[in-house]
C-alpha cells in the first residue's frame, strides 16, 4: 500500500516525509515544508523501498511501531529505512524530530541512545535552545548562539552516549542544540529530560544526518506561539539548493 | 521445543528513572530498607530447534539480543535456553 501524496509543482530540492504507522507529527512536517516554506514535498509509506528523487528526508515524531520493546526499535527495520541508510551514505540529507532522533540512534545512523526522562515525566512545553554550530545544513539560517523557543513533547527524549563519543562530538561541535534559559545558559534547570551536557540535538560525522527532541516543524509560524523553527528547514532547504546547483 | 528466557536490564552506569520512582514508593510503603530498584524487561521465546543443537540456538539468540531485543549502547542482557 501506498499513502503518497504529490506536493506542489515547482523546481529545487525535494523533501520526503516517511509515515511509519504510528506517527504523528507527519502532517506538521508536510505542513511547514509545503504551506509555510512553499517546497515541494511527499509522504513516503514506511512499506516502500526507494527515496529515488528526494533530496532531503524527514522522520518525523510520532510513536513509530507503538513504540514497542524501546522507541524506534521495531522502526528501524522498516523497509523504507534501507532506502533512508543508503540516502544518508550518499550524503544526502536526512532530519530526525523527535520520534524520527530516536529511529536515527536505534538505526547507528546517530550515536548514542534516547531513555526515559529523568524525572519520569512526559514534557511537552516550550524549551529554549541555543544554537551551539550554525555551519551546518541544518542551522546555517541561525546565528551561532541564537536562542531558539521550540516546543518539545516527548517521555524518552534524554540523551545518554559514552563519554569517548561526546567528548568527541564536542571537539568537532556536532552537538548542534543544547537546552538553554531564554537567556541561553546552560543550566540543570533549563534541561527538561536529564540529557547529558543539555543535548537536545546532535548530527553525525559527515553533518548530513541530525536528530533533534524538539519539534520544529510544531514552531513555523508566529500565530503558534514561535517561528523559531523555521530556520532548520529553511537551512536544508537552502544546502540540499545548493547541491543541486 | 526450546524455550529462551531474556532478560534486560538498563546499564548499571545509567540513572533508571522509573525504578527511583519505585523506590520512592516502595520507601513510602515503609520499607525503608530498599536501597535500590532497578526495572529491566522480560521475555519469552518458544523456538522451534529445527535441527539446531544448543550451541546454534545460543549463537541465534545471542544475535537477536544484539540486533533487536537490547540496545547495547544502553542495555546489558543475559538468556537462558532451556531445552
Known amino acids: ?245 | 521445543m526450546p524455550q529462551v528466557k531474556v532478560v534486560v536490564t538498563l546499564k548499571p552506569t545509567l540513572l533508571d528513572a522509573q525504578g527511583r520512582v519505585v523506590q520512592d514508593a516502595l520507601h513510602a510503603l515503609g520499607y525503608g530498607n530498599v536501597e535500590q530498584v532497578r526495572i529491566g524487561k522480560y521475555m519469552e521465546l518458544e523456538m522451534t530447534a529445527n535441527g539446531k543443537d544448543a550451541p546454534a540456538i545460543e549463537a541465534e539468540v545471542k544475535e537477536m539480543c544484539d540486533r533487536l531485543l537490547a540496545n547495547p549502547v544502553i542495555e546489558n542482557y543475559r538468556y537462558e535456553v532451556i531445552a
Open chain 1, 1 to 245: 500500500m501506498s499513502a503518497t501524496l504529490i506536493g506542489p509543482a515547482g523546481g529545487g530540492p525535494k523533501f520526503a516525509v516517511i509515515r511509519f504507522p504510528g506517527a504523528n507529527c507527519d502532517q506538521d512536517s508536510y505542513y511547514i515544508i509545503k504551506d509555510v516554506l512553499g517546497r515541494p514535498v511527499e509522504y513516503v509509506w514506511h512499506q516502500d523501498t526507494s527515496l529515488r528523487g528526494f533530496d532531503v528526508v524527514v522522520l518525523p515524531g510520532g510513536f513509530a511501531y507503538g513504540d514497542y520493546l524501546r522507541a524506534g526499535a521495531v522502526a528501524r527495520f522498516a523497509p523504507i529505512m534501507n532506502a533512508v541508510r543508503a540516502h544518508a551514505e550518499r550524503g544526502g540529507l536526512v532530519l530526525g524530530i523527535c520520534n524520527g532522533f530516536q529511529v536515527l540512534c536505534e538505526a547507528h545512523l546517530l550515536p548514542g541512545a534516547l531513555i526515559r526522562n529523568e524525572g519520569c515525566r512526559f514534557a511537552c512545553k516550550f524549551v529554549h535552545l541555543r544554537v551551539e554550530n550554525a555551519e551546518t545544513p541544518f542551522t546555517s539560517a541561525y546565528r551561532p548562539g541564537q536562542v531558539l523557543a521550540i516546543p518539545i513533547a516527548h517521555g524518552e527524549g534524554r540523551y545518554v552516549c559514552d563519554p569517548e563519543t561526546q567528548q568527541e562530538m564536542e571537539r568537532s561541535n556536532r552537538v548542534l542544540f543544547r537546552y538553554t534559559t531564554p537567556q541561553g545558559e546552560e543550566t540543570p534547570e533549563s534541561n527538561p529530560n536529564g540529557s547529558i551536557a543539555n543535548i537536545a540535538g546532535i548530527a553525525n560525522a559527515t553533518f548530513n544526518v541530525m536528530g533533534m527532541m524538539p519539534h520544529p516543524e510544531r514552531a513555523g509560524e508566529k500565530i503558534l506561539g514561535s517561528a523559531d523553527g523555521r530556520g532548520v528547514f529553511e537551512s536544508l532547504a537552502r544546502a540540499a539548493e545548493r547541491v543541486l546547483a
